[in-house]
Nanobody
Framework: QVQLVESGGGLVQAGDSLRLSCAAS????????MGWFRQAPGNHRVFVAA????????YYADPVMGRFTITRINDNNTMYLQMNSLKPADTAVYCC???????????????????WGQGTMVTVSS
């Protein structure tokens, strides 16, 4: 059974950095586009970033553009989200997802994505 497991969340101060990891098991990572989503308390889940099968193209939501970087290492079946200059508004549960559709449309297709992780909490204090 395919599983995605996130790690790396925690409590940090505004301006700090964190790196989240998403490890895929029983999944040929190179066959799936992968992405990160987040859900803040009381809000809907929203798209953060996505990366193509080969890692050569990436897509970002406007609020994180220039601060977050998504990468992947297919040999390790692992995806990462480097988050810099964190703000209190970045506080959320961060979930990774995998899908055989295009990375470019993962944000629009979030309800239909094939595989989801359980999430990791990121809290940014002011």
């Amino acid at each position: 059974q395919v599983q995605l497991v996130e790690s790396g969340g925690g409590l940090v101060q505004a301006g700090d950095s964190l790196r989240l990891s998403c490890a895929a098991s029983a999944l040929t990572a190179s066959s799936y586009a992968m992405g990160w989503f987040r859900q803040a308390p009381g809000n809907h889940r929203v798209f953060v970033a996505a990366i193509t099968l080969n890692g050569k193209s990436t897509y970002y939501a406007d609020p994180v553009m220039g601060r977050f970087t998504i990468t992947r290492i297919n040999d390790n079946n692992t995806m990462y989200l480097q988050m810099n200059s964190l703000k209190p508004a970045d506080t959320a549960v961060y979930c990774c997802a995998a899908d055989r559709s295009s990375a470019q449309v993962m944000g629009a297709r979030s309800r239909y994505l094939e595989v989801w992780g359980q999430g990791t909490m990121v809290t940014v204090s002011s």
